[in-house]
């Protein structure tokens, strides 16, 4: 059965602090991997990969992308207290939805 | 529109009771999808709309709930005879199409509670 797996499930640094945050996939056809991130309700936009090797970068945050391996991870570098949030993978396998981890719940404290 | 536009925010109502949640997508936008995500829990698909057929209903949870799209744009989720556990935020969010590389934006979702 296709599958997404993020881990850690959760996730509590200090600010200032380096975060990985990791996603695993098992799909057939895949297409594209997408990250999320989610703070009240609606999950926003961050990056889209669909190559190997190449680290889409924005600010402090970037990630890249293994699918020989079939995992991808997201970078944050220098945390602060606005990064706390769920952060979301999700998988676009060509089929009629895209496949979403059950999400790592990052804290930065103070 | 400029994003994905859901309507109510949030919707207290009692058991028994039927709901309808809209969204309006992106202009444009043929793909559409309904998600519900639960307190603490990741996201559940329910319908994928592509203009105004869908293809696969298969993740709606049982036949109290049913969806349609008009005009390739707004959609309505239609929850009838509401229970405690349809209690969740749902998220619709819509793509250009589902053509490979396209991304998929989420609409600020509308939270139910079922007393």
């Known amino acids: 059965e296709d599958k997404v797996v993020q881990s850690p499930l959760s996730l509590v640094v200090h600010e200032g602090d380096t975060v990985t945050l990791n996603c695993s996939y098992e799909?057939?056809?895949?297409?594209?991997l997408l990250w999320y991130k989610q703070e009240k309700k609606a999950p926003t936009f961050l990056f889209m990969l669909?190559?190997?090797?190449i680290e889409k970068k924005s600010g402090r945050l970037s990630s890249i992308l293994d699918k020989k391996e079939l995992f991808s991870i997201l970078n944050i570098t220098a945390t602060q207290t606005g990064d706390s949030a769920v952060y979301l993978c999700a998988v676009d396998y060509g089929g009629n939805q895209f496949y979403f981890g059950t999400g790592t719940s990052l804290t930065v404290i103070p | 529109g400029a994003g994905v536009s859901q309507s109510p925010s949030n919707k207290v109502t009692e058991k028994g009771k039927d709901v309808e949640l809209r969204c309006d997508p992106i202009?444009?936008?043929?793909?559409l999808y309904w998600y519900r995500q639960s307190l603490g829990q990741g996201l559940e698909f329910l319908i994928y709309?592509?203009?105004?057929?869908?293809?696969?209903k298969s993740g709606l949870p049982s036949d109290r709930f049913s969806a349609e799209r008009t005009g390739g744009s707004v959609s309505t989720l239609t929850i009838q005879r509401t229970q405690q556990e349809d209690s969740a935020v749902y998220l619709c969010?819509?793509?250009?199409?589902?053509?490979?590389?396209?991304?998929?934006?989420f609409g600020e979702g509308s939270w139910l509670t079922v007393v």
């Open positions: 799909v057939t056809n895949f297409r594209s």
């Open positions: 669909t190559s190997s090797g």
């Open positions: 969010a819509s793509s250009l199409d589902r053509a490979p590389g396209n991304t998929i934006y």
């Open positions: 202009s444009g936008h043929t793909a």
């Open positions: 709309f592509q203009g105004n057929s869908a293809p696969d």
